[in-house]
């Protein structure tokens, strides 16, 4: 006995829109209402194909039409039937069609989530959401003024605060435009991930190098700054095309390392390639842990510097002069 077998309809992003339970064999698949199968496409012929039980088992048979239909890489056209192995995904106009079976296998069934997990995920978000309005007030408060009015704070963080809600509000839109569902939350989780993230290492690199006297630490800042951006667009893009994270890595990447020599090539005259030459503002001396460089010592170390100050301004010279 033949086992009970589905024809689904798939859309653009893999999801099953319409199942058809096959009730007789053989059925036939095309936009006339006199198929089994009545598909809305109007690359498709009257009675365009058939499923029916062959002697290789389940085969597909295109009927007369313009367009034939694909299975895999291989073009078919009208006249020609090819055996269906396993749960088969084969296109006949610009409709997309799997055939399968209850003798295959199915996917693990997928647990919801608990309540206590949903109470947890919304916790976890107030908490990033406090972090970061956190944050964004302790920058205000280090750039302004002492007794600065609190209308000053307010701006400064409200409007940061609707980019965000935007920014996660467009993420869910593409979303639901593709998966058909509204993950507002997890998107909005997502962006304060790497919100945070990012403004934490702006904070503690710039601390960490003056601690350490190790200025070179600001190339981090520099590097990681677009890597977390990236890993941030791919993050949010994994939920909307969960089947194309591998070339949505690939395309970052490469945009990553495009943006990389770019940058050396536009800061090849300068001796820092990534880090400022200077820190712009110290922390207090309290988080100073290196030892303090004898004034004498100091100026032997910048003596390394005087050829190459004076190349420089040669060389601005020569400019001057041709001008």
Not at 171 to 181: D, G, K, P
Not at 253 to 259: I, M, N
């Amino acid at each position: 006995m033949e086992a009970a077998s589905v024809i689904e309809l798939l859309g653009r992003d893999g999801q099953v829109r319409l199942v058809h339970k096959v009730a007789h064999w053989p059925v036939t698949i095309g936009r006339s209402a006199a198929c089994d199968l009545v598909l809305d496409d109007s690359h498709l012929a009257a009675v365009h194909a058939e499923l029916l039980q062959g002697t290789q088992g389940i085969e597909l048979h295109l009927l007369p039409s313009l367009n034939g239909g694909w299975l895999g890489q291989r073009h078919l056209l009208a006249g020609e039937t090819v055996a269906l192995q396993g749960p088969s995904r084969f296109r006949l106009g610009a409709s997309q069609l799997r055939w399968r079976s209850a003798a295959d296998l199915l996917a693990p069934e997928q647990l919801l989530h608990s309540q206590g997990k949903a109470r947890f995920g919304n916790a976890s978000l107030v908490l990033l959401l406090a972090l970061w309005i956190a944050l964004l007030w302790a920058d205000q408060w280090a750039g302004l003024n002492p007794g600065a009015p609190w209308v000053d704070y307010s701006n400064a963080m409200l409007s940061p605060l609707g980019l965000l809600l935007a920014w996660a509000g467009l993420w869910s839109l593409v979303t639901q435009l593709f998966q058909h569902r509204f993950p507002f939350a997890s998107h909005l989780r997502r962006a304060l991930v790497g919100l945070n993230s990012l403004h934490l290492i702006g904070l503690s690199l710039p601390l960490l190098a003056y601690a350490l006297s190790q200025p070179r630490l600001m190339v981090l800042e520099v590097l990681l700054f677009p890597i977390g951006v990236a890993g941030l667009l791919w993050w949010h893009a994994g939920v909307v095309w969960p089947r194309a994270k591998r070339w949505l890595a690939g395309l970052l990447v490469s945009l990553l390392l495009l943006g990389l020599v770019l940058n050396i090539a536009r800061r090849q005259e300068q001796q820092h390639w990534f880090s400022p030459a200077y820190l712009s503002a110290l922390p207090p001396p309290l988080f100073r842990l290196a030892e303090p460089v004898a004034p004498a010592a100091l100026v032997n170390q910048l003596r390394s510097l005087q050829a190459e100050l004076a190349r420089q301004a040669a060389k601005d010279n020569d400019s001057a002069a041709a001008e």
